[in-house]
């Protein structure tokens, strides 16, 4: 198996494949619609023994489908070939010129500024400013032994619930480290981004080099590979060559590794091989230390000097419970009205209340079956056709049930309701999920989880 780059140059290239069978075979798995909108642009451009390049007419069509549609063409693709490894897409050119897929010298400086641009540290959010309490005492201590270097955790894995401070604690490492080391520190998102304009400047080499070229690699918010298998490769491979070379790997994710569904085994196992901690919901008493914290920094940049009473900094904490990042944003919303009413004390917990009233409110307006199948169907990385349609393999029938389940636990609709909304099932079809659903709760350690994240996407 060809797994560098250098190699494929030298592959041949091959004629095996017949497109306009394999678009029939997407368009009946992907439907008329995603067929025609975006599915039918893409052409073959050509076919290596382990992988093929497609094309497709402009970069946005291309985003598009990278994003939502890769992993499964190429399972498609692998029916027609089983060799076939990864699929890459590259712009059609307007003239058909000779191209002989090897990347130009006088592309170097490309990558090396576009990543340089995404490598931006945030030097508001250091390990000074880090808040250490119960629920995240363990992930601040393994962040600060790795930037000792006293310590052997390669990688290491935090995990935890949307704003509970991960990428503030990864920055910190971030700062920490780049004083005397070559840090880069890049969300899964952007590693993806640059993955495929790399592949759009046929300039995969330079891509591979910069990121190998890291002693402190720091890849926030893993979980959004879940799916791709492209990226996933490439992640895998980088990985790989990073941990051959003994640089530092930091890795967060919004769950632990063994809950990442839709990842090759393989990369979590990579991801759980070194250690893995976990930032709980922060309680009461660090939340109200955050709060102090923040109020102090905010106080210093705006020269402000308002007060707040414990009594308002409590309903804070109180309220929002679920995410340090909407607790801090409600207590910056605070100060910005009482700055624009030239109000220095803060003191009366109806006044926040209705200055905060859309983020209060919103919360008990979302909770509707059209808003759980949305989260739902996102959290699975499914879209809202496939949670609605009537196939039935087990990734998308397991998102259903347990949509219907959190439609019956979380709203007042009745079974019959429920049925109607999953495009017009049956009530009896409703029963089976919340049983099953229930069940699995019992002796599903992923389903648990799974229910729990929900559950707090829900009510945030
Ligand atoms: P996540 O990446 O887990 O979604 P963030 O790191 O973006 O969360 O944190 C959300 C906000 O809460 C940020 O403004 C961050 O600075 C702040 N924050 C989170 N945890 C702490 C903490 N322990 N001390 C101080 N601020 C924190
Ligand atoms: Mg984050």
Redesign the pocket.
Known sequence: MKKNFQTNFVIQEENDLDWHEIQDELEKKFGKGVYDSWIRKITLNKELNNYVILSTPTKFVRDWIVSRYADKILDTIKKFKKTIERIEFVLEEKEKKQDNYIPAEDKVYSIEDSVLNYNKLNPK?NFD?????NS?QLAYTAAQKICEQSSNYNPLFIY??????????LNAIGLKMKKSRNVMFISAERFMYHFVRSIKNKDMVNFKDFFRKADFFII?DIQFVRGKEVIQEEFFHTFNALMDKESQIVI?SDRSPSNLDRMQDRIKSRLSGGLVVD?QQ?DFE?RIK?LN??LKEIKETFGDNVTISDGVLNFLATEFQFS??EM?GALNRILAFSRLNNNTDCNSISQCKIILKDLINDKVKLINIENIQKIVASFFQISLQEMLSPRRSRSLARPRQIAMYLSKKHTTKSLPDIGRKFSNRDHTTVIHAVRKIDQLIQRDETVKNNIIELKKQLYI
């Open positions: 959010n400013n880090f808040v250490v309490g995240n935890g619930g949307v704003g509970m401070g991960k990428t503030h604690l926030d967060s930032i922060p660090l955050i914290t923040k340090l990042r801090i």
